[in-house]
């Protein structure tokens, strides 16, 4: 069965501290990998996605995903975390030809001042 | 270059009553997909259309809930009666094409007393 898994469901990190953000999928088909941020009363905002190539991604705001597929797992990662990544994240996945997209549960980020 | 429009933002109703979500895609975008994001259940896909045709309503709950797409720049989600159950923040999100990122809108958070 098709699937996403964020098996964090909080993490808490020290502001100026990296993040990594775990996401890992099922899929029979070469997955499209997502990455989505969530502000409180917002939608989700796209912050990178990968559809083939560099497997290392590069998204907004500073963060970045690598695509393994032999872990298969899309990771995301920031080098230092501001006290304003505070929020929640989505981990998606789909393919060529697939009009639905699976979402993770989210991983909720807190950062310590 | 104006985003997923949603209205209304907020919605407090009682029991029983009809409530009407309305969306306006991004101009060009053939794919429009209705979401519903709870605390128990995450996010999960209620229906999604293709050039205003619905495609697959296989998540949505019950017949109490419809969608249509009258035009490729609206589209509406409905539920009649309403049922406390269906408190939650509906999502509408819109893509160019299967080969694109999906965009969201801010969503509308829906509270059936």
């Known amino acids: 069965a098709q699937s996403v898994t964020q098996p964090d469901i909080h993490i808490t990190v020290s502001e100026g501290a990296s993040l990594e953000l775990r996401c890992n999928y099922s899929y029979g088909a070469t997955p499209y990998l997502f990455w989505y941020v969530q502000s409180p009363g917002q939608g989700l905002q796209l912050l990178l996605k990968y559809f083939s190539g560099d497997t290392l991604v590069q998204g907004i705001k500073g963060f970045e995903a690598e695509f393994k597929r032999s872990q298969s797992s899309f990771n995301l990662r920031k080098p230092s975390v501001h006290w304003s990544d505070a929020t929640e994240y989505f981990c998606?996945?789909?393919?060529?030809?697939?009009?639905?997209?699976?979402f993770g549960t989210g991983t909720r980020l807190k950062v310590l001042a | 270059d104006a985003g997923v429009i949603q209205s209304p933002r907020h919605e407090v109703t009682e029991m029983g009553q009809e409530v009407t979500l309305r969306c306006k895609p991004i101009?060009?975008?053939?794919?429009l997909f209705w979401y519903r994001q709870t605390m128990m259940r995450g996010l999960e896909l209620l229906i999604y259309f293709n050039n205003n045709v619905p495609i697959d309503d296989s998540g949505m709950p019950e017949d109490r809930f419809s969608a249509k797409m009258p035009n490729a720049s609206f589209s509406t989600l409905k539920i009649q009666p309403s049922e406390p159950r269906d408190s939650a923040v509906y999502f509408c999100?819109?893509?160019?094409?299967?080969?694109?990122?999906?965009?969201f809108g801010d969503g509308t958070r829906l509270s059936i007393l």
């Open positions: 101009s060009g975008h053939d794919y």
């Open positions: 999100a819109s893509r160019r094409d299967s080969n694109q990122p999906q965009h």
């Open positions: 998606a996945v789909g393919s060529s030809g697939t009009y639905k997209y699976i």
